[in-house]
């Protein structure tokens, strides 16, 4: 269940398109999102499925080709997409901040930790150099660091998972309502990744800060989210609190993510890639994008595109024939 029912961010309608060589290409489509005050959201689904597309507009950074077709995203109830300049300052790291995918590789390499602090907290805050580290201390200690070393050090001196570390530590640093984080683990070793999960959980726990974690591995969606958000071509697809999804998934596509999962101790001729490729963006199948990959396919699901509906307490699922597959199983 979210921390609490207060919406903080709501996506409305949300389409953004990109002009390539090949013609124009669908990130985002129509897309519905409400994102509730102190929970954590994962965004789950395959590579090129739009989630960082979407984080990126929630923070209006976009690229020179892309091009918002439609919709709003409300931080607050303030519409980001209408900020000015100053407002998006104001706005970017004090209100929303985001750990990039590739973090490890955004610590600059002639910068010390303490020069990152402050060089980050300079162009929002008017803190004091003393004020800012002494911040700084707290949340590297709060990521398991200790501060005292860590903060004189470069990022060549520190590992792949001391950096992530980091990394986190300097999206907290102005004190969010919101911190994105675009992959985080995936260039962490399966150790280092369980750390870095645990180390999230703290920092939910004592911070109430809400999250967005964006990944395409729903096993490590369960370890961290509240509710899990599952996108497919640029559509939201399944949407519910995190045993629901796990254990309980409606929709086609999220049983496929599930049953993909490799487990240490199972066999590993038993798992079940997905079959086929993620769609084109450019020339999406008709219908439900999922159909050439859907073992339930039907006449139905190549005609018409399936709308997220309403199927319980904080579930919503966007398949024509949830009903039947569900209760065949
Ligand atoms: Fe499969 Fe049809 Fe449901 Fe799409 S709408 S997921 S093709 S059953």
């Not at 509730?36 to 689904?45: D, F, K, N, T």
Request: hydrophobic share 40%.
């Amino acid at each position: 269940m979210p921390a609490s029912r207060n919406i903080i961010l709501s996506i409305r309608d949300l389409t953004i398109e990109f002009k390539i060589p090949r013609g124009i290409l669908r990130a985002v489509d129509h897309l519905n999102l409400d994102v509730y005050e102190g929970e954590c959201l994962a965004l789950v689904g395959e590579s090129g499925s739009g989630k960082s597309v979407m984080a990126h507009a929630i923070l209006k950074l976009l690229d020179p080709n892309e091009i918002i077709r439609s919709g709003s995203i409300l931080f607050k109830g303030r519409d980001v997409l209408k900020m000015s300049k100053k407002e998006l300052r104001e706005y970017r790291w004090k209100k929303v901040s985001i750990v990039f995918q590739g973090a490890l590789t955004s610590l600059n390499p002639v910068l010390r930790v303490a020069d990152h602090m402050i060089d980050t907290a300079e162009a929002h805050e008017k803190w004091s150099k003393e004020e800012t580290l002494r911040k700084a201390s707290q949340l590297l200690q709060l990521v398991h660091l200790d501060s005292e070393t860590v903060l004189k050090r470069y990022s060549h001196e520190l590992s792949g998972g001391m950096k992530q570390r980091v990394v986190a530590a300097l999206a907290l640093l102005l004190e969010p309502d919101l911190v994105i984080l675009d992959e985080p683990t995936s260039a962490l070793d399966m150790l280092t990744q369980k750390f870095f999960i645990k180390m999230l959980n703290e920092i939910k726990e004592k911070r109430k800060v809400t999250m967005i974690f964006i990944t395409h591995d729903i096993s490590i969606a369960a370890e961290i989210a509240d509710r899990i958000a599952v996108m497919y071509a640029g559509k939201i697809i399944e949407i519910g609190p995190v045993e629901d999804i796990f254990y309980r998934p409606l929709h086609p596509y999220t049983k496929a993510l599930i049953n993909s999962i490799p487990s240490i101790y199972g066999d590993i001729s038993k798992l079940k890639p997905i079959p086929g490729n993620p769609p084109d963006p450019v020339n999406p199948p008709p219908g439900c994008r999922f159909h050439p990959r859907c073992p339930y396919v039907k006449p139905i699901c190549s005609e018409k595109i399936p709308k997220l509906e309403k199927v319980g307490v904080d579930r919503m699922v966007a398949c024509h024939r949830w009903r039947e597959i569900n209760i065949e199983q």
